[in-house]
């Protein structure tokens, strides 16, 4: 009885073990993978080479339609395709995936270049 009476009084007066969270967020540890971050879409040249790589097939290019999409849930952030992409438009974040109800593919289209304008190099736009 006593024993009970002694570790009611020391858990109520010592602090938590666990954190408040969302308020009281952990610092990342050191090399966390974290999450695969968004792509730079106007840096891809859809040569497929991150979906090929890929353990998990959690990527798809499509050259015609340029577009590359994710699915973060297929996603087991190994890197790998960030590894190997040549144009190094791929790279890992530090956070987390958050809680969601859907679970869509995260989906990026590269927007066609303006046109320079008739008898106008590359240079003379800059
Ligand atoms: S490897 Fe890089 S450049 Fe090639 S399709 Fe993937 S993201 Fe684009
Ligand atoms: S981090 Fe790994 S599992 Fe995730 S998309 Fe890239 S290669 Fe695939």
Redesign the pocket.
């Known amino acids: 009885m006593f024993d009970m009476l002694g570790n009611i009084m020391k858990n109520l007066l010592s602090k938590p073990a666990t954190r408040m969270y969302p308020f009281e967020k952990r610092e990342n540890f050191k090399n966390t993978r974290g999450q695969?971050g968004d792509i730079d879409i106007d840096a891809c040249i859809f040569c497929s080479i991150?979906a090929k790589?890929?353990?998990?097939d959690?990527?798809i290019v499509n050259r015609n339609e340029k577009s590359w999409e994710?699915d973060r849930y297929?996603?087991?952030?190994?890197?790998?395709?960030?590894e190997v992409c040549p144009k190094k438009c791929?790279h890992?974040e530090e956070q987390y995936k958050t809680a969601s109800y859907t679970k869509e593919n995260a989906k990026f289209v590269q927007q066609p270049k303006p046109e320079a304008p008739a008898g106008q190099s590359q240079e003379q736009k800059q």
């Open positions: 695969l991150c790589k890929c353990p998990s959690a990527i994710v297929k996603c087991i952030v190994c890197g790998v395709c960030t791929l890992m």
